[in-house]
């Protein structure tokens, strides 16, 4: 039953110049992830910038769908050469800010993410906590860390990312903030367990604190970033009048990425060139099996070459 079962399992379709056309013909809209797809955190993949280029020269758009929000990626994309504009390029930073300032929230927000990601929400005006300079030491008792825990009945949202300077103090002030007031809004933009994989180290992502905030505040946040919906649908679906089924996500996660495609009703297309490989797909969530998968997106200027100049 096992083997009937597994063989029952959808397959991705590689591109290649026999199947090219067909995905060519399905979709208008090319939606693309940053990380481990056009570049990684310290190098751009070879050949990537050239196969977007090849993309919209066949007449496709492309936009960018990314859960990072520590840098500024139009500057990336600005050394890269490729020309976008800003409201091409979603990030959860941008996506919590404009819903923050739609509602009218007045209130402070709590940050466990990096300045980059704060200073979204500062230019909508919001008051971000905690102003954070350097770490604080505390002393090492439980009588310290008790003291230390401050609850500010101003603060109206948590909000949790990738924060590389976590500390227990912060994490335990965004938990008793939640427990201690049912109103306080909790947003979360990235929640991948890895960000990436590189020179034979993980760098892990926010994905365990924020189960450890959920388990221990009993609350459960709007996931902002992929495979959270609201990037899509809140914001490229709406400035860029978006058809959906029309359009195809590229990433390199099955979580977030094949995810936020099976969330939003696009086509899933998978790359090789960042976290999840095809033996993930022997025992992942049958939903985020891909639709096609491609080695990497410089395939693309190949595919789309004309016959005999690949
Ligand atoms: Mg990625």
């Not at 009218?104 to 102003?131: C, N, Q, W």
Request: charged share 25%; glycine share 6%.
């Amino acid at each position: 039953m096992g083997e009937a079962l597994s063989k029952a399992r959808p397959r991705p379709v590689e591109l290649t110049r026999d199947t090219i056309q067909e995905f060519m013909q399905r979709y208008d809209t090319v939606v693309s992830d940053l990380d481990g797809v056009v570049w990684t955190p310290v190098r751009m993949i070879p050949g990537s910038k050239e196969g977007l280029e090849s993309l919209r020269a066949a007449g496709k758009r492309t936009l960018f769908a990314t859960n990072n929000s520590v840098l500024s990626s139009y500057k990336k994309f600005e050394r890269l050469g490729y020309k976008v504009e800003r409201d091409e390029v979603v990030f959860p930073a941008i996506v919590i800010a404009d819903h923050l300032q739609q509602i009218g929230f007045k209130k402070k927000a709590f940050v466990l993410g990096v300045e980059h990601f704060k200073s979204f929400l500062r230019e909508k005006g919001i008051t971000v906590v905690p102003e954070r300079q350097c770490p604080e030491y505390l002393e090492e008792n439980l009588a310290s860390y008790l003291k230390a825990i401050q609850i500010d009945p101003e603060v109206g949202a948590i909000i949790v990312d990738l924060d590389i300077n976590i500390n227990m103090l912060e994490l335990s002030q965004a938990v008793n903030h939640l427990r201690n007031n049912k109103d306080c809004l909790f947003f979360v933009g990235a929640s991948d367990t890895y960000v990436t994989f590189q020179d034979n180290k993980a760098l892990l992502g926010p994905y365990h604190f924020i189960r450890l905030i959920e388990q221990c505040s009993d609350r459960k946040p709007i996931v902002v970033g992929k495979p959270g919906s609201m990037m899509i649908e809140n914001y490229l679906k709406k400035i860029h009048n978006l058809d959906l089924k029309r359009s195809v996500f590229v990433g390199d996660t099955l979580m977030q990425d094949m995810g936020v495609a099976a969330a939003c009703g696009m086509g899933k297309l998978l790359v090789l060139t960042g976290v999840s490989q095809l033996s993930d797909l022997d025992d992942c969530d049958p939903s985020l099996i891909p639709d096609y998968y491609i080695k990497s997106l410089a395939e693309f200027s190949n595919l789309l070459a004309p016959a005999g100049k690949s």
